[in-house]
């Protein structure tokens, strides 16, 4: 079974978040949602969160992908925490997926682990690399790198993840099953 873990801090975008929690899951992907403040973290929008364990007890070795959603101040957490930090750059090196949407691909170019083309939520891609940037894709895949632009895009960008991390088949039930078909 696939399995990709997701690092949250207060202030995580929840759209985001629980979009790709709840398609991932539809996909019998697991998903293990890491604390990286405390175990019950609250979203910008005021919804708890419980983690299942907190970032300090991730091993890359056990996950296929890591997932950082957006939100403020979610994505400076995670630009800033050493946890995080060390994390994207092991699963960089054994080229597995990195993924992440709104302002967190910020953490990902303060990890030196985002690839040359991106999305971001717009006005973030001044913090990243304006050059590089992609305006008018709701998600990008450069590599084993994927990013997503922000909340309305989250259930595009969570089918996205589907689509790597199981078969076609599987992915075309989620998608049918959630009438994303447009």
């Known amino acids: 079974m696939s399995k990709i873990v997701i690092p949250i801090s207060n202030g995580f975008e929840e759209i985001e978040a629980i979009s790709i929690i709840d398609v991932c899951r539809r996909a019998e992907i697991e998903v293990v949602i ?12 005021n919804v708890k969160v419980s983690a299942n364990c907190k970032i300090e007890e991730i091993e ?5 992908m890591i997932v950082l959603p957006g939100g403020l101040p979610n994505a400076f957490t995670l630009a ?5 930090q060390a994390l994207l750059k092991k699963f960089k090196a054994s080229d597995k997926y990195i993924a992440a949407i709104c ?10 682990v985002l690839n040359k083309n991106y999305t971001c939520y717009p006005s973030f891609e001044q913090k990243i690399d304006p050059e ?11 590599g084993n790198v994927i990013t997503s632009r922000g909340p309305a895009t989250a259930m595009q960008f969570a089918l996205e993840i589907v689509k ?6 599987v992915y075309k039930e989620v998608k049918e099953g959630l009438l994303a078909n447009n």
């Open 34 to 45: 890491a604390g990286v403040e405390d175990l019950e973290t609250i979203g910008a929008h």
């Open 132 to 142: 590089n940037y992609i305006s008018d894709q709701n998600v990008v895949k450069d």
């Open 103 to 112: 302002a967190a691909p910020y953490a990902l170019h303060k990890a030196e």
């Open 80 to 84: 800033d925490n050493e946890h995080v």
């Open 60 to 64: 890359e070795s056990n996950f296929d």
């Open 164 to 169: 790597l991390l199981k078969e076609e088949k």
